[in-house]
């Protein structure tokens, strides 16, 4: 069974912003994206690469190179990531630090979290839902969310894009209620076969920051997802680093962290240097002609 992030639904859903691509090798798809200079390049799925059973790296950057991409960018899942990564690649460097649930260890929240998840559910109620039946809910806490933050790029998702994502295998939403309307909602991805479950996206109102709904939202969903091995809550907000507000948001909740690592490869030297001005190596940030 392939892994919802590997998964041809879950390509489809970036189909506005890139092209989808499966390559065999991985067990993987990777987007395609157009270059403003010319050619076309490949990225890995938002958040995270998940690479099948005994994925073949070399060739899939093979297969990459002779689809005459330039280059190839991407964050492998760490709980699929092949031990050689960091070998075939030209680039890996650390990425973010995911917090995780661990349930083979104690799961224990912070105290100041358990003392704000006891006090959202005096304010609100927590239940599973099916994201299709609450597509314009959701839209209108992820519109608020994307003005609030400024956000743009694979993650400024449209209204046709959430419809493609709420027909994705094992996508989960948790919701939490106040007065009858979705305050805050969590949408989660797991993947039984492996074991492992992962934040996707999470967005609150107003109303639901000021009634800390979100708390509640993470305490149902860790233990709703309590038969799963791992589940990964993610990192902070964009290149954050481990002082941002959702970092600590998170890691009151988490009992183990997994480094996550940015991987990128050069597949035509020749061209990326024509674009880059002249860059011949891989360096950070990655590609270097979109970082003009």
Known sequence: MTHPYASAAYAEVFREAARPLWVPAWGAHVLTRDIAGGGRDAMGVYPLTAFGPGADLRAGLDMLRAQGLVSVGLVPDP????????????????????????????????????????????????????????????RGLYAALTERHEIGGMTAFSPEAFERMAEVENLTAVAAFAEGAIVSMHLWITD???????????????????????????????????????????????????????????K??????????FCGAILDEARYAALSGGVTTTATPFPAYRFA
């Open 79 to 138: 709980a699929t990531a092949p031990v050689d990564i960091e070998a075939v690649f030209g680039l890996c460097v650390p990425f973010k630090t995911h917090l995780l649930v661990d349930y083979g260890r104690e799961v224990r929240f912070s105290k100041h979290h358990r003392y704000e998840v006891k006090k959202a559910l005096r304010d609100v109620s927590v239940q599973t839902v099916t994201l299709v039946d609450h597509l314009d809910a959701w």
């Open 192 to 250: 039984p076969a492996s074991g492992h479950g992962y934040s996707l996206l999470a967005a609150s109102s107003a109303e639901g920051y000021r009634r800390s709904a979100a708390y509640a939202v993470y305490d149902a969903s860790i233990r709703l997802f309590a038969g799963l091995k791992t589940l990964n809550l993610g990192a902070g907000a964009g290149l954050a680093t481990d002082d941002d507000g959702l970092t600590r948001f998170k």
């Open 252 to 261: 009151g909740f988490a009992n183990a962290e997994a480094q996550a690592v």
